[in-house]
């Protein structure tokens, strides 16, 4: 923690997950508890991050917060609650006599500032990625250690899982107060190094119906989600030991599976939601066609709430699927980088290949596609330079 002109500042980034086992609908929306639990895969922060610095000072008159360049409202309740709950264990662990509590900071204002190198609610986990690097940052400036899931998920459910890196389950636990209901690391991010991730960026402009709007009514609405909770249990076993064993072809059926379930009963929803638009659908036909190609599994999709694929393959089809991503959706010459992310290298594409997926050309279908892998939890940055926040307290420009 860096103190300059009596300002404590503390800068922390953490990662954006994709859940290969959704979750979709709350039992309890004040605590944030889930109707199933999920599991997700941590990418890596070269690619997707956010980063926060939390400054403190006790000549700060309020708590305030800048979001990606604009000062944003911090009476927002989940903000609130984060701020609350880290407050609250902190003095509790401070009353209990831990060295590592900060006292000084604890009983001053905080100043909050946060960025995403990625859209915002474009489906690509930003409020995950952002809640868990707040939680993760203020523990930090407050000496806080141990387990921080379950403050994180109150700010945003699937938050608690970008709070570990490599392969994470939210256990929905059964307790009324919440406290059961956490993440925990499956395996590390290097367990499965040849395993890779295609973000296809269909769309970064924000979502029509929210998460939290979208889950409030499939709740209300859906028969099918209550099917869903009785499966996902068993979903959620077969995953892990696909996991832990390495399986890409059960890991990619169960990941395809579980998207088009989740995406079912947001249809299954009145009036009914929809998150993928007709490229996402393309999309789905060509990971289908490919695998049918070759006849296995090479390929997965798996969609979150908006039009944007995440593909799940292992690192010797990243050349050869990408080219056909290319070839089915050629880049707009808008001056924007295609690729980005981990290198790709230009292969030629087998003409019966191409024969095999009857699909015309959708010409900018695609933004951009980002090439990332497993990656870990939320980090410590210690390079002052790398603070959002100035030494007057305020978010820099």
């Known amino acids: 923690m860096a103190e300059d002109g009596n300002i404590a500042r503390v800068t922390c980034t953490a990662p954006v997950n994709i859940a290969v086992i959704k979750y979709w609908g709350k039992r309890n929306a004040d605590l944030i508890l889930p109707i199933n639990s999920s599991l997700s895969v941590t990418l890596h922060q070269d690619q997707l991050k956010s980063t926060t610095t939390v400054g403190a000072s006790r000549h700060f008159k309020e708590d305030?917060?800048?979001?990606?360049?604009?000062?944003?409202?911090?009476?927002?309740?989940?903000?609130?609650?984060?701020?609350?709950?880290?407050?609250?264990?902190?003095?509790?662990?401070?009353?209990?006599?831990?060295?590592?509590?900060?006292?000084?900071?604890?009983?001053?204002?905080?100043?909050?500032?946060?960025?995403?190198?990625?859209?915002?609610?474009?489906?690509?986990?930003?409020?995950a990625a952002g809640y868990a690097c707040l939680v993760y940052a203020l523990a930090k400036l407050y000496g806080l250690e141990g387990e921080l899931s379950e403050i994180a998920r109150q700010g945003s459910g699937s938050a608690c899982r970008s709070m570990y890196?490599?392969?994470?389950?939210?256990?929905?636990?059964?307790?009324?107060?919440?406290?059961?209901?956490?993440?925990?690391?499956?395996?590390?991010?290097?367990?499965?190094?040849?395993?890779?991730?295609?973000?296809?960026?269909?769309?970064?402009?924000?979502?029509?119906?929210?998460?939290?709007?979208?889950?409030?009514?499939?709740?209300?609405?859906?028969?099918?989600?209550?099917?869903?909770?009785?499966?996902?249990?068993?979903?959620?076993?077969?995953?892990?030991?696909?996991?832990?064993?390495?399986?890409?072809e059960k890991f990619a059926q169960l990941t395809m599976k579980d998207s088009n379930q989740f995406h079912a009963t947001c249809l299954d929803t009145f009036p009914p939601i929809f998150y993928l638009n007709e490229i996402s659908k393309c999309i789905i036909n060509l990971v289908h066609r490919y695998n049918s190609h070759f006849d296995e599994t090479l390929v997965a999709y798996t969609f979150d709430a908006g039009p944007n694929a995440v593909i799940f393959t292992l690192e010797q089809q990243v050349d050869t699927f990408v080219e056909v991503v290319?070839?089915?959706?050629?880049?707009?010459?808008?001056?924007?980088?295609?690729l980005k992310g981990l290198p790709v290298n230009s292969v030629p594409l087998p003409e019966p290949l191409k024969l095999s997926i009857p699909?015309?050309?959708?010409?900018?279908?695609?933004?951009?596609?980002?090439?990332?892998?497993?990656?870990?939890?939320?980090?410590?940055?210690?390079?002052?330079?790398?603070?959002?926040?100035?030494?007057?307290?305020?978010?820099k420009q």
């Open 64 to 127: 305030r917060i800048w979001i990606n360049g604009k000062e944003e409202n911090i009476g927002n309740p989940r903000l609130q609650t984060c701020l609350r709950e880290v407050r609250r264990l902190a003095r509790k662990r401070r009353n209990s006599g831990d060295e590592n509590s900060n006292t000084l900071t604890l009983n001053s204002k905080v100043h909050i500032c946060s960025v995403n190198n990625f859209p915002t609610a474009a489906g690509l986990a930003s409020s």
């Open 165 to 248: 890196g490599g392969f994470v389950q939210w256990i929905m636990g059964v307790k009324e107060d919440g406290s059961d209901s956490i993440a925990q690391q499956i395996e590390p991010e290097t367990h499965w190094p040849e395993l890779r991730l295609l973000v296809l960026v269909v769309n970064a402009e924000q979502k029509v119906v929210s998460s939290t709007a979208g889950m409030q009514t499939t709740v209300k609405t859906s028969p099918l989600l209550k099917y869903r909770a009785e499966i996902v249990p068993e979903r959620m076993m077969e995953m892990s030991k696909a996991i832990k064993q390495r399986d890409f």
């Open 326 to 338: 290319k070839h089915y959706f050629p880049p707009e010459e808008n001056g924007e980088q295609f």
């Open 359 to 395: 699909m015309d050309p959708i010409m900018g279908g695609i933004r951009y596609i980002i090439n990332t892998q497993a990656g870990p939890g939320p980090l410590l940055i210690e390079d002052i330079n790398h603070h959002l926040i100035g030494e007057d307290g305020l978010a």
